[in-house]
């Protein structure tokens, strides 16, 4: 790879890069625009002395209806398809183009006899979109976290899980993973709009059932916390709330229903001897959760691009 | 393999799938170096599978085949080198100039010879500025041409490059073609099916049919040694190589030997009399085939 064929591959992708990096760009921008209108709105320190149990002042409420209509507005909405839709589109559009486009035109016939090394030519082709695709996710996956910060008050996107998957470097890990898997479909099909339509479907189930996966091996990592107030921290994944017994064994309500049942009158109130818990991963956590992700979505990356390359060395130029 | 020829082919043979007719079919044959060889056949003969077989895009099924010493689908680097390649349809890229095309010549291969490509270009007028899609048929035609010339090698492998081109675009590609592979000494294996077009350009013809070799012989050689009769009777002791109809829809028998009744054979003929009989060769084990795949399955 040298700056030529940097360039070159580049500008076979022109349209796309410009026009998306463009897109993704004014996403980040607009998720600015709307953190500033946000923070503006002066509700993250209510919000704050709200959860400690304060009684909202007038100009909270105030602060939170202009909150909640800034956070349903379109621009919201628009902000978000923009910082989430825009990387994967160029993931897609790029990844399966790089060989299945080569191979469907013919000009792989061309670059194949003139490149006597097919590696040569795989990295100058993949590695400048490769770099484009990433950092445009992590863009995106940056002024996710900021708009993150903003539209959930009180919260550090490096110590929460909210909105975990669309945004920080989990995105920009998961652009990456598309684009890899996009790139394997264009190899394997040799033509692009099949790949394009074959490599969404792949992407969406690799990525689905790879959060269900996720979702599952953090169910069995949650850990029961007492809790007093019953605030649910929106900064934490929360499973379940219950009680947490001596032994520091979880207790749902109705485990706690069945062991202490409900007094039959309803003039005595119940009350269970076990302090309020709830079942949670915290969002403390978020840097492991996250940088675990990040390896496995890499790792699969790297397997399917090195499928792509051994595809590529018996390929047939069309 | 010898220093005099650049290209040899030992039996070999290509099947794309497993019961599947072979495309190739024990096609031995040797191109002398320095010479531009026609290929010729009908469409599906196995013309551009035995050249892409050269340069390694194809794996051959049975034998092997050998450029510039190397054998492509072991070392397809190294016959990569030795080869320039023009594909059958122009394989430019339309977003990039030809500037860009030079470039990534340049890129991918570090001795491919940028000024010598440019001057074939400047010679033909063509701007390197503009993008390939805004350039004819005959010019994408000649740009791969010179960017196949530009490489240098030893061996050109051209894959039918004027199937699309109107006369007076092949006729400058093949001027053009010619001028350099006679001052470089270099080797050329040109498919096409305009027999005018390789009169004019090439000392040896090689003709495939149904897969196999039908003839490899010089043209001078073909010429010399074939004769056309229009008359049945005096066919009698003569070998008859094949029947095809002449331009009035005469029916002409292309025989072998210098001197005998008819006349001289034109190079078309020699080749419609040799494709001819690799057609009627070709129905007659299809034929033996069926009979064959009937008997197995009564």
Not at chain 2, 88 to 96: N, V
Not at chain 2, 127 to 136: C, G, H, W
């Given at each position: 790879m040298n700056r030529t064929t940097t360039r070159l591959a580049l500008r076979l992708h022109r349209f796309e890069i410009v026009i998306l990096a463009a897109l993704a760009v004014l996403g980040a921008l607009l998720a600015l625009l709307v953190c500033s209108w946000l923070d503006g709105t002066g509700y993250t320190a209510c919000a704050r002395a709200m959860q400690t149990g304060a009684e909202p002042t007038p100009a909270c409420i105030s602060a939170q209806d202009a909150f909640y209509k800034i956070q349903s507005g379109s621009v919201v909405i628009l902000t978000q398809v923009l910082l989430f839709a825009v990387p994967y589109l160029l993931a897609v559009l790029t990844g399966v183009a790089i060989v299945g486009r080569e191979v469907e035109r013919g000009t792989a016939r061309l670059a194949w006899s003139l490149a006597p090394s097919r590696a040569t030519w795989f990295a100058g082709r993949l590695l400048p979109l490769l770099a484009v695709v990433a950092a445009v996710g992590l863009l995106t996956g940056l002024a996710g976290d900021r708009l993150s910060a903003s539209m959930i008050p009180g919260t550090n996107p490096w110590a929460s899980l909210a909105d975990f998957g669309s945004r920080g470097v989990d995105q920009a890990a998961r652009v990456v993973f598309a684009f890899a898997v996009a790139v394997l479909v264009g190899a394997a099909l040799g033509r692009a709009l099949p790949a394009l339509l074959v490599g969404t479907i792949v992407i969406f189930l690799g990525l689905g059932g790879g959060s269900g996966v996720d979702g599952r091996i953090l169910a069995s990592e949650a850990v029961p916390v007492v809790s007093a107030t019953n605030y649910y921290d929106p900064a934490n994944l929360t499973y379940d709330t219950g009680f947490l017994a001596p032994d520091g064994r979880f207790i749902s309500y109705d485990e706690m229903l069945q062991q202490f049942p409900q007094p039959?009158?309803?003039?005595v109130p119940w009350n269970p001897p076990y302090p309020a818990a709830q079942r949670i991963v915290p969002g403390t956590r978020y840097p492991f959760v996250v940088g675990r992700e990040v390896a496995v979505l890499l790792a699969g990356a790297l397997g399917a691009l090195t499928l792509a390359f051994a595809l590529v060395r018996r390929a047939r130029p069309g | 393999m010898d220093e005099t020829t650049a290209l040899v082919a030992h039996g070999v043979g290509k099947r794309y799938?497993?019961?599947?007719?072979?495309?190739?079919?024990d096609v031995d044959f040797s191109v002398p170096r320095g010479s531009i060889t026609a290929l010729v056949g009908p469409n599906g003969a196995g013309k551009s599978t035995l050249i892409k077989g050269c340069i390694g895009f194809e794996r051959p099924t049975a034998g092997q085949l050998v450029v510039d010493g190397i054998g492509p689908w072991r070392d397809r680097g190294g016959a990569v080198r030795r080869v320039g390649y023009v594909p059958?349809?122009?394989?430019?890229?339309?977003?990039?100039t030809i500037d860009d095309h030079l470039a990534m010549a340049v890129a991918y291969?570090?001795?491919?010879?940028r000024p010598h490509a440019e001057a074939r270009l400047r010679e033909l007028d063509i701007?390197?500025?503009?993008?390939?899609?805004?350039?004819?048929g005959g010019q994408q035609a000649q740009v791969g041409l010179a960017i196949a010339l530009g490489t240098r090698a030893p061996v050109l492998l051209l894959d039918?490059?004027?199937?699309?081109?109107?006369p007076l675009a092949r006729r400058e590609f093949l001027h053009v073609l010619v001028t350099v592979v006679r001052a470089e000494g270099s080797t050329a294996l040109l498919s096409s099916h305009v027999i005018t077009d390789i009169e004019q350009a090439c000392d040896r013809l090689l003709v495939l049919g149904g897969g196999r070799k039908l003839l490899d012989l010089s043209i001078a050689e073909a010429c010399a040694t074939h004769r056309v009769v229009d008359?049945?009777?005096?066919?009698?002791?003569e070998e008859v190589v094949g029947r095809f109809p002449g331009p009035a829809g005469e029916a002409l028998a292309l025989v072998v030997?210098?001197?005998?009744?008819g006349r001289s054979a034109t190079l078309e003929e020699v080749v419609l009399g040799h494709l001819a009989a690799g057609r009627l060769a070709a129905r007659a084990a299809g034929l033996a085939v069926s009979a064959r795949s009937t008997g197995a399955a009564a």
């Open positions: 039959t009158d309803p003039n | 799938r497993r019961g599947r007719p072979w495309a190739l079919r059958q349809a122009a394989s430019l890229y339309r977003e990039l291969r570090p001795k491919f010879d701007p390197l500025a503009v993008r390939a899609d805004e350039l004819s039918e490059p004027l199937a699309s081109l109107d008359d049945d009777a005096a066919l009698a002791g030997g210098a001197s005998g009744p």
